[in-house]
């Protein structure tokens, strides 16, 4: 910002009698000063510095087209040599300065969006997280209040013995599973269907336009897919499963219970299994 500031002065230097050269080595220290900087962000090769290099040397641009008056007098230029300079390098500065801008705006917009995905998605399986999974509740339970015949389903389930997995293979090991069975769960369902991680190695799956035995058979299926495959280190990995459906205006905490409770009744009979709570 210093060498920026040094450059918009530029034109106040007047080139004539006995400081004229003086002035024309000034500028040509703060010109090599500048492209200097521009190389330096070039080698660093960071998105946001990217965005300075044509800043800084659309900065130069104008410049040196405020000080052609003095630099024309200095080397003798004719008019309209400095008037054609002049328009140039007003030209190409203002082209250097929006491409600067629109390298900043994108990144900028990057960021942004990166940040909107942080907040929506589990970083370590990349499915939604918590926030998404009740923004998506509130929606699909709203529509099925509103609308008699649309029902809303959900699975939720618990990998078996996870602490024991984490305890004999690591830590690593234990998130090798959890990615896993996240990759399972996504081949085995539908497009429209949502896959949550809720907390630690608790699952949910949101089904809109699905009936409890829609949602039975859905848990079902995943079960034994869980079952037949080697997840990480676990030879023997299973999960055990609660299927409940939406009741029309009820709270979503309520909803939510049921499903954690048909989870414990499936744990409680011996795992690997799944539990449908029934109207």
């Not at 080139?15 to 010109?31: D, Q």
């Not at 830590?171 to 090798?176: A, C, P, R, T, Y």
């Amino acid at each position: 910002w210093a060498m920026s500031a040094g450059c918009w002065l530029l034109g106040y230097f007047p080139a004539r009698e006995e400081i004229g050269y003086l002035s024309l080595a000034f500028k040509g220290c703060l010109a090599a000063m500048g492209i200097a900087g521009m190389f330096l962000l070039g080698a660093v090769r960071k998105a946001e510095h990217q965005a300075y290099i044509p800043l800084f040397a659309g900065i130069l641009c104008f410049a040196f087209a405020f000080s052609t008056d003095s630099m024309a007098e200095l080397v003798r230029t004719s008019l309209w040599v400095k008037i054609i300079g002049e328009r140039m390098l007003l030209l190409v500065g203002f082209a250097l300065v929006l491409r600067g801008l629109y390298l900043w705006s994108r990144h900028t917009m990057q960021i942004n969006d990166k940040l909107a995905r942080l907040a929506t998605t589990d970083e370590l399986t990349g499915v939604a997280n918590r926030r998404q999974l009740m923004h998506e509740l509130k929606k699909q339970t709203a529509l099925a209040s509103r609308q008699s015949g649309n029902m809303v389903s959900a699975i939720m389930f618990d990998v078996d013995h996870f602490k024991l997995i984490n305890d004999e293979h690591g830590h690593e090991e234990g998130d090798k599973v959890l990615k896993d069975i996240t990759r399972l769960a996504n081949a085995e369902l539908r497009i429209e269907d949502m896959l949550a991680r809720i907390g630690g190695e608790e699952f949910v799956v949101l089904l809109p336009s699905t009936g409890l035995n829609g949602a039975a058979q859905s848990a079902e299926r995943l079960r034994k897919a869980v079952k037949r495959t080697q997840l990480g280190a676990a030879e023997h990995a299973s999960a055990s499963f609660g299927v409940a459906v939406y009741k029309p205006g009820e709270p979503i905490a309520g909803f939510l219970k049921r499903l954690d409770m048909a989870v414990y009744k499936s744990k409680k009979a011996g795992r690997d299994r799944v539990t449908v709570d029934l109207p």
